[in-house]
């Protein structure tokens, strides 16, 4: 008989063996649960006469060597150990059951199920691939030996492919197939369950397996996010950087044609010279026409010069002092009414702070932020003063020791698509150019919070259901 004639036979007697112990064991766990202990002692015998057939056939290979090094590692965990069902709350996970064996299937999707996993069930390997790639899963188990597509080739199409690769597969095998055991790992399986199926074993195996795999996704997503935001403020930084250099470099030339302009001016307004325009009056009109729109450019020029400066703007440029925020932002609001008499906007202010309104920061800059998202909101949220309620809220938060204050800014206006709210900080972002927009504001008001009060902004928007600025400060800048 030639090795792979050995290895069918023994695995085709023990397949029928192994579930004699599967479901003896079960009902056993059954029994126990409905208090029916009179089967027990009859249940028992079978799962050990099942056993020592197993040893019986292992024996007759000549492979019980190599069995008894691996019991020797496994049976640390009593087989008659009963867990309770749903013992754990985080038993949360979906599993395919790969074998081409019914039996074996239907026993470990009761054992799954019994302890609140979901589960979906492939009786052959071609049939594995294709659930695996239509629907999630959380863990594989999966048989070596099936017809056609066997365990080996589901296990290596899986760690070839990109998505696949990550979902753990634990082998499930007679325990005599040590060799093959070892080639499944070094292709990467997460770990192997040997047949029969032992409950404890496989709960600890499935458990560990998922909890690996949970954490593991965790570390990804907040590394991930990490980055991101990363990415995002050093994106700002080097923006902001960049258009803080080129308003410096402007502003000399803009100041040469401002005083050219005006020398322009003041000769065209000369009556010396206007006199020689004394038969084309037509021609000087246009002159002076021409200087007066230099003038009003420039004073544009100069304006956006200005706020291209304010987005580097460094801790120095305002006065650092211990005030109360409310008040701060009741103060903004004043300023802002005062400065857009025509806003027809209701603003509600909301105090939520528990403990202490003292904010030790830069209210001047606090000032400019609540101004700039107040005229976007007349502008934006609600256009052509068409007014409406905008509600800030205030409100204090413990995090490391440390308190923040949370400002959170709503208006239940316009709103802007998912695209545009990811783009709202950038520098020149605008949908307002027609009507004097720049696309500034928000970009310095994202540099003053994150570079000069050490906080964090985020938006919110909704086409047709409003746009939310929340911004995080801590209480105490410099603190840190
Ligand atoms: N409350 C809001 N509702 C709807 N859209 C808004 C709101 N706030 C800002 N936006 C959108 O974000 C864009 C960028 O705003 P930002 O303040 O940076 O620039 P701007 O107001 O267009 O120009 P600037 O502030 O420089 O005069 C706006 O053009 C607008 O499309
Ligand atoms: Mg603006």
Redesign the pocket.
């Known amino acids: 008989m030639t090795i792979q004639e050995e290895s069918k036979i023994r695995h085709d007697l023990l397949t029928p063996v192994n579930q004699i112990i599967g479901y003896s064991e079960m009902l056993a766990e059954d029994a126990t649960k409905d208090g029916q202990i009179q089967y027990l002692a009859d249940l028992k015998k079978i799962t050990l006469a099942g056993r020592n057939l197993t040893d019986q056939i292992n024996q007759l290979f000549k492979l019980s060597e190599v069995k008894n090094n691996l019991t020797e590692n496994t049976s640390i965990i009593p087989t008659e150990v009963i867990i309770p069902a749903n013992s754990d709350n985080d038993l949360t996970g979906k599993v395919l059951i790969v074998d081409d064996i019914e039996d074996n299937r239907d026993i470990l999707a009761r054992r799954l199920k019994k302890r609140g996993y979901q589960y979906e069930m492939a009786e052959n390997g071609a049939i594995a691939l294709n659930k695996l790639t239509q629907e999630k899963f959380d863990l594989v188990l999966l048989d070596i030996t099936m017809p056609e597509v066997d365990g080996y080739t589901v296990l290596k199409t899986m760690k070839a492919d990109n998505v696949l690769r990550n979902i753990p597969v634990i082998m499930i095998s007679a325990i005599t197939e040590i060799d093959s055991i070892v080639r499944c790992i070094e292709m990467g399986a997460e770990d192997y369950l040997p047949k029969p199926f032992n409950a404890t074993l496989l709960y600890a195996r499935v458990k560990a397996c998922l909890d690996k795999k949970r954490l593991l996704e965790q570390e990804k997503n907040y590394l991930s996010e990490r980055l991101q935001t990363e990415a995002t403020l050093e994106r700002h930084r080097s923006l902001a950087q960049m258009v803080a250099g080129v308003a410096h470099e402007i502003n000399t030339p803009l100041g040469i044609i401002n005083t050219a302009a005006t020398i322009l001016d003041s000769r065209v307004n000369n009556k010396d010279i206007s006199d020689l325009f004394e038969d084309n009056t037509e021609a000087l009109e246009d002159i002076m026409e021409a200087t007066d729109l230099i003038k009003r450019n420039i004073t544009r020029a100069h304006n956006l010069v200005q706020?291209f400066k304010k987005i580097s703007v460094n801790q120095t440029a305002d006065i650092k002092e211990s005030v109360n925020i409310l008040e701060t932002i009741q103060d903004s609001i004043e300023l802002f009414k005062i400065n857009a008499r025509q806003a027809n906007l209701e603003i509600i202010v909301q105090d939520n702070i528990k403990q202490s309104r003292a904010w030790l920061g830069y209210p001047g800059y606090l000032t400019q932020i609540i101004i700039?998202?107040l005229?976007?909101?007349e502008?934006?949220?609600y256009p052509n003063n068409k007014g409406g309620k905008v509600i800030i809220d205030l409100a204090d938060q413990q995090q490391n020791n440390q308190t923040y204050f949370v400002i959170t800014v709503t208006?239940f206006?316009?709103?802007?698509s998912s695209e545009?709210v990811t783009k709202?900080f950038d520098p020149f972002?605008?949908?307002?150019r027609m009507i004097?927009?720049?696309?500034?504001?928000?970009?310095i008001v994202h540099n003053l919070i994150t570079n000069v009060l050490e906080g964090s902004i985020k938006a919110h928007?909704e086409l047709g259901k409003g746009?939310s600025f929340c911004i995080t400060l801590p209480n105490n800048l410099g603190f840190n």
């Open positions: 706020n700039n998202f005229t976007n909101i502008r934006y949220a208006d206006g316009h709103g802007m545009n709202v972002f605008t949908t307002g004097g927009g720049s696309g500034l504001g928000l970009a928007s746009t």
